[in-house]
């Protein structure tokens, strides 16, 4: 099925554009865009069945590394597309591939190679823009980054960056020497800026939102922590409404108990699922690599040789029902996490993360176990759960 093609999406429950509110009907799809979400097409066209099953926006991931063997940093032809198909069996159709810290050279390779792939159609999920993690981030709080590729700001290196490819968001510590004019550089370039593995006060946070700071990367993690005398980034983030917070909800990086402190903060508008997923992600247990270096995957945990958590191998589906899961909030409610909170943060809520005529068809099916059926992209079908075939047809 091609973009040009109309489809009809039948017997969903979806949120309701106006209230959000799930409702039973069908949709009509027609150049990759909700043309209706009221009925389907009226003359035969190719038909997707979602009886019993949700039907939501495809799921934004804004930080991700990787999965199914494959990474952002290895700037190969095939590395991309493979991502992008794994992604979409999760529930994904769209994501901003992240680079980690390392040196100026394979970052650029990284980002030209995200470039060339925005040519081509991706078989899955569809290409977003860049995430530059790092480099410019904190020696205290270097996570799972490789503290010898760590260096202050510099304009001249990240205006290479912009020159490489779409970079659209951009992970630094703004404490560090030259981060304010590379804050403003990236303001400038129309780059969004997150605060992460930073070593900043609660001022400095606060200091760095003001000037445009808008999203925080992993929130509680390789961050400064909320203290009752010295709130820190986490307490910037947690009290300031400007800010957008990403969360790993994979009960590993953060408890659950703190996703529900951090949903109640900030509230569905302001707080965004990520997976930080790396190339281990849908893989069995065992040794893998992350920024150059070894990483041991067991029980759903990713470790360095010395125990720092790197990276998880989480996909966006199970995020969702751990969050739920987390703060008890319904699906009718959790579902912007996933979808149009993290449109939002990026700037394109415009065209993505609703069910609504005039917005992209990039839509995913999960079962009432919120696992997932199928997922299309711009309305051709990317993922169909094997055994569902026959929900995959000619209406009339």
């Keep these: 099925m091609d973009h040009s093609q109309k489809l009809s999406i039948v017997n969903s429950r979806h949120?309701?554009?106006?209230?959000?509110?799930?409702?039973?009907?069908?949709?009509?799809?027609?150049?990759?865009?909700?043309?209706?979400?009221?009925?389907?097409?009226?003359?035969?066209?190719?038909?997707l069945d979602a009886a019993g099953c949700f039907l939501l926006p495809g799921f934004i991931?804004?930080?991700?590394?990787?999965?199914?063997?494959?990474?952002?940093?290895?700037?190969?032809?095939?590395?991309?597309?493979?991502?992008?198909?794994?992604?979409a069996r999760h529930g994904v159709t769209g994501f901003t591939p992240t680079t980690m810290t390392a040196?100026?050279?394979?970052?650029?390779?990284?980002?030209?190679?995200?470039?060339?792939?925005?040519?081509?159609?991706?078989?899955?999920?569809?290409?977003?823009?860049?995430h530059l993690e790092g480099p410019y981030i904190s020696p205290r709080f270097p996570g799972a980054q490789a503290k010898e590729n760590i260096r202050p700001a510099n304009l001249a290196e990240f205006g290479e960056l912009l020159a490489a490819g779409p970079v659209k968001l951009?992970?630094?510590?703004?404490?560090?020497a030259g981060a304010g004019?590379?804050?403003?550089?990236?303001?400038?370039?129309?780059?969004?800026?997150?605060?992460?593995?930073?070593?900043?006060?609660?001022?400095?946070?606060?200091?760095?939102?003001?000037?445009?700071?808008?999203?925080?990367?992993?929130?509680?993690n390789a961050m400064t922590g909320l203290h009752h005398r010295k709130p820190g980034v986490v307490g910037a983030v947690l009290s300031d409404d400007r800010i957008f917070a990403q969360l790993i909800a994979d009960t590993v990086h953060v408890h659950p108990a703190a996703m529900a402190v951090l949903a109640r903060c900030k509230g569905l508008d302001r707080l965004l699922l990520i997976t930080d997923?790396?190339?281990?992600?849908?893989?069995p247990d065992g040794e893998s690599e992350l920024g150059g270096q070894p990483v041991f995957v067991r029980d759903g945990q990713c470790r360095l040789a010395d125990g720092t958590l790197a990276g998880s191998i989480l996909t966006m589906d199970a995020a969702l029902r751990h969050f739920i899961a987390a703060t008890g909030w319904p699906l009718e409610k959790a579902w912007p996490v996933t979808s149009r909170t993290p449109a939002t943060a990026l700037g394109i809520a415009d065209e993505y993360g609703s069910v609504s005529p005039g917005y992209r068809?990039?839509?995913?099916?999960?079962?009432?176990?919120?696992?997932?059926?199928?997922?299309?992209?711009?309305?051709?079908?990317?993922?169909?759960r094997e055994g569902e075939e026959w929900r995959v047809g000619v209406g009339d």
């Excluded at 949120?15 to 097409?41: C, K, N, W």
């Excluded at 290895?74 to 794994?86: C, E, G, Q, R, V």
């Design 361 to 384: 068809a990039d839509l995913v099916v999960l079962d009432q176990n919120l696992e997932v059926v199928a997922t299309t992209v711009r309305g051709r079908v990317v993922y169909l």
């Design 61 to 87: 991931d804004l930080h991700i590394h990787g999965g199914a063997g494959h990474d952002t940093m290895d700037a190969t032809p095939t590395s991309l597309p493979a991502i992008s198909t794994f992604i």
């Design 181 to 220: 004019a590379l804050i403003d550089a990236a303001l400038a370039a129309g780059v969004r800026v997150i605060i992460g593995h930073s070593a900043a006060s609660y001022e400095q946070a606060i200091a760095a939102f003001d000037r445009g700071v808008s999203q925080a990367t992993h929130t509680f």
């Design 15 to 47: 949120p309701q554009p106006s209230t959000g509110t799930f409702v039973v009907g069908d949709l009509a799809v027609a150049d990759g865009i909700i043309v209706d979400e009221r009925r389907a097409h009226t003359a035969p066209c190719p038909r």
């Design 170 to 176: 951009i992970t630094l510590a703004p404490e560090e």
């Design 103 to 130: 040196p100026h050279p394979p970052t650029v390779a990284a980002v030209q190679n995200i470039s060339r792939s925005l040519a081509q159609v991706m078989p899955g999920a569809a290409i977003l823009g860049v």
């Design 277 to 283: 997923a790396i190339r281990a992600t849908g893989l």
